[in-house]
């Protein structure tokens, strides 16, 4: 996304509220953000860089019809896992659903814990710069020699504010967050932080937070309900794409491995609850700098929403 464009939105103003609620995984986002849709008449943008994805729903953790209690949700399982799809491309529909949510109500939602994504439509984006394909070949190389391990200590040595944020155990991102470092001599990270959009709207940023403890059961007895509901099949589907960006990720990669022979069934389920919680720690990590987020318990609804219609 370029400097020159300043993602303003023809129907926002000041009357317009764009409620930001995000988090840890498993931490009752989507519960809350239903319940304030229906309050203030709001209709909601998921910001889940995963369950664009028809195919993966369970991994996923999308919810489900009766979850959401009619509350039109937008962004969800729209796409196919053959399709391609970046932060910079959420952003372009996102602003799209906005202005279309805006000529009609005055609330929005944007839910979600993809921290790229929900920079993506606040913060914008500069150039990233181009990439010699010797540098991404040389990468690349580097990778199959020495493995995940090798691009995660460059990413922490060369941008260790985006190594903190970005799914530690996708080689993709990692991949594509080093040849930007290496071509630039800049962290990937500063990229993201030069363009203010210009949404000329109130923006609110709620956090949702709770005891470590509580949230690691929940991570766990959810993968435990995952799984149960067919977490193992849907990976044996997807396999043949695993190769996909959307795939080398937190809930399908260990059972991969399991599937290549690397470990055995229960140590893919050890792998799952431990990058899951280890996934839900780096996401707390990197929310907690934004000094403008509010940060409330789930259960909070009556003083989140007196923060929203008071503000």
């Known amino acids: 996304m370029t400097k020159n464009e300043a993602g303003s939105l023809k129907n926002a103003g000041k ?3 764009l409620l930001v609620i995000l988090g840890p995984t498993a931490s009752g986002k989507t519960a809350l953000a239903v319940q304030l849709a229906k309050a203030l ?50 952003r372009h529909d996102a602003l799209r659903i906005l202005d279309e ?45 020495h493995g995940l391990s090798w ?18 155990q996708n080689p993709q991102r990692l991949m594509r967050a080093l040849e930007v470092c290496m071509a630039s001599g800049k962290p990937f990270s500063g990229f993201r932080k030069g363009t203010k959009s210009n949404l000329n709207c109130r923006i609110i940023k709620i956090g949702i937070e709770m005891d470590r403890k509580v949230l690691n059961t929940r991570i766990d007895a959810r993968m435990d ?10 990976a044996k589907s997807l396999y043949p794409f695993k190769s996909k960006n959307a795939l080398q ?36 990590t990197w929310f907690k700098r934004d000094e403008e987020i509010r940060w409330f318990k789930p259960e909070e609804f009556e003083e989140i929403y007196k923060v929203v219609v008071d503000s």
């Open 15 to 17: 009357d317009k509220t």
């Open 225 to 234: 309900e995952m799984i149960a509901n067919g977490l193992f099949e849907e």
């Open 249 to 284: 990720t937190v809930g399908y990669k260990e059972i991969f491995d399991f599937m290549d022979g690397k470990h055995d069934k229960a140590e893919a389920v050890r792998l799952l609850k431990r990058n899951s919680r280890r996934y839900a720690k780096r996401q707390l």
């Open 41 to 90: 008449e709001a209709e909601v943008i998921s910001a889940d860089s995963r369950q664009v994805f028809k195919e993966m729903k369970i991994g996923t953790a999308r919810p489900e019809p009766e979850e959401l209690q009619g509350v039109p949700h937008h962004l969800l399982a729209f796409l196919s896992i053959q399709d391609d799809y970046d932060a910079g491309t959420f």
């Open 101 to 145: 949510i805006f000529s009609r109500k005055q609330y929005a939602i944007l839910c979600g814990g993809s921290g790229l994504y929900i920079n993506a439509l606040l913060d914008g984006f500069d150039d990233l710069p181009p990439v010699p394909a010797a540098l991404r070949e040389s990468i690349q190389e580097n990778y199959k020699m």
């Open 151 to 168: 691009l995660q200590q460059e990413l922490s040595r060369l941008d260790p504010d985006y190594y903190a944020e970005v799914d530690q």
